[in-house]
């Protein structure tokens, strides 16, 4: 392996004073990876069709390649490989959780209790199609992945997501961008939303009400930045509209998931099971 400081995404030099509180727990490191390891990542970058596959492409829609599929395939740079093993290991969650480990306390007291252990104990596995529907996703207390993401090319001005809360499961998220240096189009950042006074703003699912919002703070769809922060109730965010262009978004989506402890760390109550982790515990019992 080319060495932790190399690889990481989240350089010895980011402390919990980087971490910004409001409109919620997030951070964002410019020129977070090293200069020579981000242009030669850059330079192997898949392209479009690696990721989506053949065919056409609806407008601005996201694609998706995850770590699994990343690191068995000849096709993906080797250094791309390592840089995937590296963000899906226990190493990699360790520096995740030393450093937020203050605002895990903040956000989810009651998250020692419904493991039976900290975080930073917790055993990780890779992440492997079908999320909760896979069984060997359960096999450890949390399933870590990474992603290419690409958002195809705009041929009618949009957002790719509106506000929206992540999967319940999800623990954190990261992303870091891959700007393409012929992008000249506008729009595409990721928006960070505080809710309004009065509102209630879940619509349906994961997603929000856009006019229970408004917009806390933008982050710029710019090379080599990465923002990342801790899921829960207050984590909405979105994609500001992008302009009409022929170059793909592109980006690596970090995060990690729980799916044995049955907990939703976007639920306003705290952690406690959902309904179908409950059911799940249920036939685990029953099958013993």
Known sequence: MTGVDNLCCLPT????AAIRREPFPHLVVPDALPPALYQELERS???LAEVAGPGPLANNRLYKLAAADVMTSPRIAPLWREFF???TSAEFFRRVCALWQDELAALHPGIRDAFGKAPEAFATVLRQPGKKSNAANFAADVALDGQFGMNSPVTTPSSVRGPHLDNPAKLFAALLYFRHA???STGGELELYRVKPGQRPMARGSRVKPDAVEVAERVAYAPNTLVMWLNSPLAIHGVSPRSVT???RRYINLL???YGAGVSFTDSAGLRPRPWQL???Y???RAR
């Open 279 to 281: 059911l799940e515990r």
């Open 85 to 87: 093993a590296y963000h």
């Open 246 to 248: 022929s170059v793909p």
């Open 13 to 16: 030099r980011i402390g919990t």
């Open 256 to 258: 990690g998931e729980c």
């Open 182 to 184: 012929d992008d000249s």
């Open 283 to 285: 036939r685990r019992r």
């Open 45 to 47: 970058y898949p392209a």
